[in-house]
């Protein structure tokens, strides 16, 4: 089980929202590179960014600080990253900045073809976030709710060849009161494609939790709230999941 840092980006700063609400923004660091760094260094294998100015705006609006993240951390790891992407330019210009996985998601669910134009253009590096309350999926920074059904909506983006899907419940998001394990693994159950796990994550109890499930087709979980505000150390969860892994 691969555990993710976030670091969610608003106005240049290292911030942790509560169910996305974008007035609700706690600043954990004025320096996100340096915040990169630091998980680098706490044996961090991949990182998760979300560029929150740029969801809300429908366009890319920190990709200096972004840049800052991938010069400081080189090609050490693996970045992933969301967040105002709704054209196969932005995703050329993040991946030849050193992004690995770009990340689709208001995209993606109201323009299925620019999904599968994205999947077609760059195989590999493409992931679908779908944010989903109740099995429905939301969209425009969550504020709106969709009448699409999470998993049938998975399924079908599965078939465009995205490479993972990560699934949030915004229920549970930035709140530290624990992940919705059930409604992951019956996503997983639908899919042939990884899994990972956002929202909610607390404790070693939910990493328990999550890695006992992982061969459900759950290889990681993105952690943000919980890692910032000492609720989990990081460096101890991933090794934790690391043991459990090899069982």
């Given at each position: 089980?691969?555990?993710?840092?976030?670091?969610?980006i608003?106005?240049?700063?290292?911030?942790?929202?509560?169910?996305?609400?974008?007035?609700?923004?706690?600043?954990?660091?004025?320096?996100?590179a340096a915040?990169?760094?630091?998980?680098?260094a706490?044996g961090?294998?991949?990182?998760?960014?979300?560029?929150?100015n740029?969801?809300?705006?429908g366009?890319?609006?920190?990709?200096?600080?972004?840049?800052?993240?991938?010069?400081?951390?080189?090609?050490?790891?693996?970045?992933q990253l969301?967040?105002?992407?709704r054209?196969l330019?932005?995703i050329?210009?993040?991946?030849?900045d050193?992004?690995?996985?770009?990340?689709?998601?208001?995209?993606?669910?109201?323009?299925?073809g620019?999904?599968?134009?994205?999947?077609?253009?760059?195989?590999?590096h493409?992931i679908?976030?779908?944010?989903?309350?109740?099995?429905?999926?939301?969209?425009?920074?969550?504020?709106?709710?969709?009448?699409?059904d999470?998993?049938?909506?998975?399924v079908?983006?599965?078939?465009?060849?995205?490479e993972?899907?990560i699934?949030?419940?915004?229920g549970?998001?930035?709140?530290?009161?624990?992940?919705?394990?059930?409604a992951t693994?019956?996503?997983?159950?639908?899919?042939?494609?990884p899994?990972?796990?956002?929202g909610?994550?607390?404790?070693?109890?939910?990493?328990d939790a999550?890695?006992?499930?992982?061969?459900?087709?759950?290889?990681?979980?993105?952690?943000?709230?919980?890692?910032?505000?000492g609720?989990?150390d990081?460096?101890?969860?991933?090794?934790?999941a690391?043991?459990?892994?090899?069982?």
């Amino acid at each position: 089980m691969l555990l993710i840092p976030a670091i969610d980006i608003k106005d240049g700063h290292c911030v942790r929202l509560r169910q996305g609400d974008m007035s609700a923004a706690t600043v954990f660091s004025d320096d996100p590179a340096a915040m990169a760094a630091h998980w680098l260094a706490q044996g961090a294998r991949r990182l998760h960014l979300v560029d929150l100015n740029g969801a809300v705006a429908g366009k890319p609006k920190n990709e200096k600080t972004i840049r800052s993240i991938v010069d400081a951390l080189g090609d050490e790891i693996p970045i992933q990253l969301g967040g105002g992407v709704r054209d196969l330019d932005t995703i050329e210009r993040y991946l030849d900045d050193g992004i690995s996985y770009v990340i689709l998601g208001t995209a993606a669910v109201k323009s299925p073809g620019f999904l599968h134009d994205a999947c077609s253009a760059f195989p590999g590096h493409i992931i679908v976030g779908l944010d989903a309350k109740d099995g429905k999926v939301a969209v425009d920074g969550w504020s709106k709710l969709t009448g699409h059904d999470v998993i049938d909506l998975a399924v079908k983006f599965e078939d465009y060849g995205v490479e993972a899907v990560i699934y949030t419940d915004i229920g549970r998001d930035g709140m530290l009161n624990g992940v919705n394990v059930g409604a992951t693994v019956r996503l997983a159950r639908a899919l042939r494609i990884p899994v990972i796990a956002s929202g909610g994550i607390t404790n070693l109890t939910d990493i328990d939790a999550l890695c006992a499930v992982e061969n459900e087709g759950i290889n990681a979980a993105i952690t943000g709230r919980a890692i910032y505000e000492g609720t989990l150390d990081f460096a101890a969860a991933q090794r934790r999941a690391d043991e459990l892994s090899a069982q």
